[in-house]
């Protein structure tokens, strides 16, 4: 059975690669019927931070994907101790003991690579054991063969074949001498438990599946399907970090900005793939339905962004796309929040709110686009912008607007057409243009000197409100 993993380690917030990354899992798992599995991987026990790991959630709880096993690593340290001392026993792995920080620690030599610490490959077994015994500290060594000219070998969904001479691969780690085993040996002893069939990651991991293959062969399991996806890169090039592009980087940046979920889902999975068919906008079935390997780019996807604004482009054309064309009935739990953490939780009559929300969306781009340039429609407080004041400056707006309020009190009707004709019988009288009185009548509603159809306005602002606000004018 098909069973993929996400795992990240709870060092700092969740990266927008690190979000693509489980996208891709995901999706493949659903497309293929498989079991999606979310492993922590919190054996750094130094950097780990409970400020990350909840951070880490709250960014996948609101990409509302989910997951259907979970794992945390430091719940399975026995797993991978139990691992390295079947590797040290079979006598693909053996104990170092050179001092951490000596001069004969890793590091480049001047005749090429480290590879091994001299020495320590060729203690015998009982001296090993005996030393051990003793209490002098050591690491657990993979044993990368020396006296051949093997090429570990390995097939990448994405980049294709791969290939490394294990001359080229140094003796790592696998159990520090603190007990505590390295990124190698728990990923790959976990893979091993959980039967993870695909393995789907970043390209920077590419250079260590070499030595995991090693690790997998000699634990005697099933060496999983590879596949690497391109890194995610700065308009410059440069790897995003959040050390020089700051909250670019972070997945909730986009949630706090008014994204729809799914958006975001959206414009991640053409970071680095394409359906090959020419379409952006894209349902979470049709992503399922049509995600593959064979869509993913070899070369780094570009994260479009200025100094000023740290939202690509494209991300938002794709939210005001998926706001508009999505069931308003879908729309609306989305909605709601947004207005209630503005302070406009008004209980709203259902059917009012979805004619209000269907009727602005046509014109916004984000979520935050409601309670802010949709603020007239939910308040009475709302900011009145300069090119709107301007409309109620001409010669005999304000007036008119006065006079329109009082008509529309009087007439008992309140639909658009009855608006329609009071306000152009009353241009009539007053020997003005409509144009006069519809864009004033915009502008003392709203705020706006543009919007939608401007007697749809009067409906949607409501006949009390409307009134009151054409006679305040």
Known sequence: MLRVRFAP??????HIGSARTFIFNWLYARRHGGTMILRIDDTDIERNTDQSLQSIFDGLNWLGLGWDEQYRQSDRLDLHRNAAYQLLASGAAYRDFVPAGTDEGEKSHHDGPWLFNPGQREISVEESDRRAAAGEPFVIRYKVPRDSSEIITFHDLVYGPQSKSCNDIEDFALLRSNGMPTYHLASCADDADLNISHIVRGQDHLSNTFKHVLIFRALGSKIPEFAH???LVAPDGAKLSKRKHGPVV?????RDAGFLPHTYVNFLCLLGWSPKDNREQLTRQELVDIFSFEGVNRSNAVVNFTEDNPIDAKALWLNSQHMRSMPVEDLLPY???VLAEAGLAVPYPAPWLATTVDL?????NTLLDYPTRGRAYFADDF???ADAVKNLDKPGAREGLRALGAKLEANPEFTEASVEKDLRDLADELGVKAGLLINGARAALTGQPVGPS?????TAIGRDRAIARLKAV
């Open 360 to 364: 602005l969306r046509a014109r916004f």
């Open 454 to 458: 401007a007697f749809h306005v009067f």
């Open 9 to 14: 380690s709870p060092t700092g917030y969740l």
């Open 383 to 385: 900011p009145v912008e």
């Open 335 to 337: 909605v709601e929040p």
């Open 250 to 254: 972070s997945v909730t940046t986009y």
């Open 229 to 231: 996806l391109p890194l």
